[in-house]
């Protein structure tokens, strides 16, 4: 079965910093996709950022990037410039190719932005 | 309509009462989910639907939970005899087309079920 791994329940930056947000995954798998959600309070979950395994280039979006590692099954997601909202809770996510597309989450870190 | 929809957005029941939770999809999105998240806890997976097809229901965790799409569009997760570890935010999410939920899904902003 396959499990992903957020081993950090909570990470805190300073406004304008950097922080990177770890994420592990365990699969027999040679194609799926990896995704990053937040969730502020407002509970809706926000699609960050995707990465397909096929790549080997990693995402970008804006602010946000990741790091693929796909022989050592990491996936970290990287926010530049941190702004006060970027304070939410962060899933990781893995997906197989075909299937029921169910997506598969980690437990979540806590991102605080501090002033 | 502009985003999915979830009713009601608090819901406090008795234990062993039936409890319903509607979902309203993105009109004309195909593949509809539900997930189950415990308090502190990511998502989990209960069942997936492809327009009115159930196409995959392991993630119920019992008989008592039972899930409907008749026309392809509104979807209604029930729950028989609720029970105080049934107590979680359900969420609702949606996709345009089977096979494109690489491209992410749209969440609703779920139902939060307490059982007293």
């Known amino acids: 079965a396959q499990t992903v791994t957020q081993s950090q329940p909570e990470m805190s930056v300073q406004e304008a910093e950097t922080v990177t947000l770890s994420c592990t995954y365990d699969?027999?798998?040679?194609?799926?996709?990896l995704f990053w959600y937040k969730q502020p309070p407002s509970r809706q979950m926000i699609l960050v950022i995707r990465?397909?395994?096929?790549?080997?280039q990693n995402a970008t979006e804006n602010r946000f990037s990741v790091n693929f590692q796909k022989a050592a099954k990491s996936f970290s997601l990287k926010i530049s410039d941190s702004q006060l909202g970027d304070a939410a809770m962060y899933f990781c996510?893995?997906?197989?190719?075909?299937?029921?597309?169910?997506?598969?989450f980690g437990k979540g870190t806590k991102l605080t932005v501090n002033p | 309509g502009a985003g999915v929809s979830q009713s009601p957005r608090y819901k406090v029941a008795k234990r062993g009462q039936d409890v319903a939770l509607r979902c309203d999809p993105i009109?004309?999105?195909?593949?509809l989910f539900w997930y189950q998240q415990a308090l502190g806890q990511g998502p989990e997976f209960l069942t997936y639907?492809?327009?009115?097809?159930?196409?995959?229901k392991s993630g119920l965790p019992s008989d008592r939970f039972f899930a409907e799409r008749p026309e392809g569009s509104v979807s209604t997760l029930k729950i028989q005899r609720t029970q105080q570890e049934d107590s979680a935010v359900y969420l609702c999410?949606?996709?345009?087309?089977?096979?494109?939920?690489?491209?992410?899904?749209?969440f609703g902003s779920g139902t939060r079920l307490t059982v007293v």
């Open positions: 999410a949606s996709s345009l087309v089977h096979g494109q939920g690489h491209y992410g899904y749209t």
């Open positions: 699969t027999s798998e040679s194609d799926y996709y």
């Open positions: 990465q397909e395994a096929y790549k080997q």
């Open positions: 996510a893995y997906r197989v190719q075909g299937g029921s597309e169910k997506l598969v």
């Open positions: 009109s004309g999105h195909v593949s």
């Open positions: 639907f492809q327009n009115e097809a159930q196409l995959d």
